[in-house]
């Protein structure tokens, strides 16, 4: 106990020195630091907290040190979170390496592959992209049809395209699905591989938004070579390792409402237009609406406290998961639908419009929110999901 407080003590003491103030502000979109070979940063705060938070292995506070996590107890590590949740500290860095695919290396990756992967992406070098949908395979992933065919080296030749990939034009590495085996039943024949976007045969094509921005982009997948070691788990094994994976993709969009992705303070943002300059209330209704938003959010934040405790706990939380995802995703579209009906036409304006700094980017938020309800599973993918595996109801 002494020496969880101290701990604690030790935590804070060491954030309060090394977080720089503005890196304890909310983040917004255009603030989110990408590690990479190529990663950008917009002002010095945010390159000395991404250092900081790297030397001291801090990208994964229970990961292995000598793999270049910060070799902590999960305790330890869930007292970290809870410390920088507490100064609203930013996390120094978005990486799909670490929230995702290492995870499963640390489970299923060989030492050789550990080595291989886990240091550079806790030294922040290397971006990871998710190669997983295609054109007739988003909810029905099985039905994925990139094809890998073992050569006489056994290594692997690749050919076949997948949609949907974020940030695919600045990954520097793509985990990918891909059909080892058209003979068997179709969850069968998948194996899990590791690409280098460098690689030859490799075409990376953004597909252009309405919002004139682009995130997504398909990648064409022409005889590229893929070298044995770069196997995941089993050949044609690829399901299960994806299964685990798509948790962690779920237990880390169930995070954002811990200040871990752009979000607005919906309280922050309401109290102008619920009250007048004297404190008096003004629209009970919104009121109300507003409180129930709040206290399911808070009801949420509990649970997902819960079960993140059982799952270091090494309890079985792949169905909560689902539930988590879920509730948070669709949690934060309500935010924003109440948000914007609230704020009227101020809510939908894009751009050129005087707002608040509480009311920033309110309008692009709320569409980015539905985008979470589909990505990493749809919602209705999820309710399947629950229905089947927590509720034990009949496919
Ligand atoms: C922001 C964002 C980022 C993404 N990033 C990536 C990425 O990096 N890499 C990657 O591989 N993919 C990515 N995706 C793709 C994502 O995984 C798919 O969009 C998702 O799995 C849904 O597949 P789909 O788009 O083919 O829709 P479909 O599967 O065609 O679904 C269409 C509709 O039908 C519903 N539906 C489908 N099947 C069922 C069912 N059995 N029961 C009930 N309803 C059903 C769905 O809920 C949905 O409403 C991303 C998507 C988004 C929105």
Request: glycine share 8%.
């Amino acid at each position: 106990m002494q020496d969880t407080e101290n701990f604690r003590a030790e935590t804070r003491a060491w954030l309060e020195a090394n977080c720089p103030p503005a890196m304890r502000q909310p983040l917004t979109q255009e603030q989110i630091v990408w590690s990479g070979s190529t990663v950008k940063f917009a002002n010095d705060d945010q390159r000395v907290w991404f250092e900081r938070m790297r030397d001291r292995g801090w990208f994964a506070p229970d990961w292995p040190a000598e793999l270049g996590g910060g070799g902590l107890a999960p305790k330890q590590a869930r007292i970290v979170e809870q410390e920088m949740l507490r100064l609203a500290c930013r996390p120094p860095q978005f990486n799909l390496g670490v929230w995702m695919l290492g995870p499963v290396l640390l489970e299923l990756g060989t030492e050789a592959q550990k080595r291989e992967h886990l240091p550079p992406m806790m030294e922040g070098r290397m971006r990871w992209c998710q190669g997983f949908s295609e054109p007739n395979a988003g909810s029905d992933l099985a039905s994925l049809k990139t094809s890998a065919r073992v050569d006489e080296n056994g290594d692997f030749v690749v050919n076949g395209s997948k949609i949907w990939t974020s940030y695919g034009d600045a990954a520097d590495w793509m985990y990918a699905l891909v059909r080892t085996d058209t003979t068997v039943k179709k969850q069968q024949g998948i194996s899990f591989v590791l690409i280098d976007m460098k690689s030859h045969g490799v075409t990376v094509k953004p597909i252009e938004l309405i919002s004139g921005k682009s995130s997504f982009c398909e990648v064409f997948f022409d005889d590229v070579r893929v070298p044995a070691r770069q196997l995941i788990g089993p050949l044609n094994g690829g399901w299960t390792v994806a299964k685990k994976l798509l948790q962690h993709e779920r237990a880390a969009m169930s995070k954002f409402s811990e200040g871990a992705a752009p979000s607005h303070d919906a309280l922050a943002v309401a109290r102008p237009y619920l009250y007048d300059e004297d404190g008096t209330l003004l629209e009970p209704v919104w009121r109300d609406r507003l409180a129930a938003l709040l206290m399911d959010s808070h009801a949420f934040s509990l649970t997902h406290q819960r079960v993140k405790e059982e799952g270091m706990a090494r309890m079985d939380i792949s169905g909560p998961s689902s539930i988590m995802k879920l509730v948070q995703t669709e949690q934060e579209v309500a935010k924003y639908e109440l948000l914007t009906q609230l704020m009227g036409q101020r809510g939908l304006s894009w751009e050129g419009s005087e707002f608040s700094a509480d009311e920033h980017d309110i309008c692009r938020l709320w569409l980015l929110a539905k985008t979470y309800t589909i990505s990493g599973g749809s919602s209705e993918v999820q309710l399947n999901i629950i229905a089947k595996r927590v509720l034990g109801l009949p496919g």
